[in-house]
């Protein structure tokens, strides 16, 4: 990376927004000024007091509304992000065994902490090559089936459907709620942090529960296994029925979550979102399949993701360093995921992000490869 090539983009092909980061990812300016707004009122006020606990009732409300969830489903938050998810559902979610689909470095990751568990018995770890995914293999032993619907690592989503058994259906959202269609029923647990689609910071995760994860979290916590209180999925939902959290959370992020659900429902909500980001992946993904020099990395169009695109280019077309000049004219983050160590980049195309700063940043892309 010692010679990045000076290249000065046009001003027409400047996007509006030059944030397309897969996480975290391009925040609205507008709930940032809505947040300054707030002064003395919200920041720096407590978390057990109404200030803070109606912005989580808001939340709690507006996942409701966004994802149409029926009326026995609970939305349950807690501090610590998807990660932290991981090792709470470890603790409370699973009872004995479980299934993981790994295509990619975050599905891998929770079926790893799930493997070192000694309470737990050696999950089912069902992998497919990089850039497809796996589908869930009904196991009569199998108590909690692990899925996550859009792998953002890989730029593969797949669609989310209970497998014909029984077991809870637990899915890992991070980058695909809000973006993705999902149907409530065909999900038990569906998690995610919100500094993706939603556009807001890291540090929280937001589960939107069935009836039965609720059975099972409620079992499990009766039951004689140690749960450390603050993974305790029990104490999360008992907190969240009192719009709180078990411990103090981030309370900007709680206010960007609520100003992004009010900013999506105003204009359509989920199925606004889902055209939107269906438009802009014809945008992106059409554009690479014209290109001379570049391609989709998913094969499978259907496996393509509709949030994040990973697009690959041809020996002697170098993709860092047509991320490294797009950096040097402010146009950040579309640096491919480097575990998987491709000549890649990867583009967020979440919500937030407009369209038309899609269209010019692969116009920017081709400006760069003809000069470079
Ligand atoms: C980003 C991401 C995570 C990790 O989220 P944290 O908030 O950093 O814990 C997990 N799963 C998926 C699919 C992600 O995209």
Redesign the pocket.
Known sequence: MSDIPSIELPSALIPADGRFG??PSKVRTESLLELGVTGSSYMGTSHRRPGVRTVVGAIRSGMRDLFRLPEDYEVVLGV??????WASATFGLIEQKSQHLDFGE??G?FAKVVAGAPHLEEPDVISSEMGTHPDPVPNPEVDLYGL??????TGVMMPIVRPEADGIVAV?????AGGMRVDPAQFDCYY??P??VFGAE??L?IALCSPAAIARIEKIHNSDRWIPGFLSLQLAVNNSRKDQTTNTPALATLFLVRAQLDAMLEVGGLDWAVDRCARSSEIVYGWAEKSDFAYPFVTDSDKRSTNVATIDFIDGVSADTIAAVLRANDIVDVEGYRKLGRNQLRIAMFPNVDPDDLVTLTEAIDYIVERI
């Open positions: 897969s996480g610590g992000g998807a990660t932290s998810f975050f599905s990751k996550t619907h859009n792998e953002t690592t890992d959202a991070t980058s695909g995610f942090s500094q993706k890291g540090g995760w």
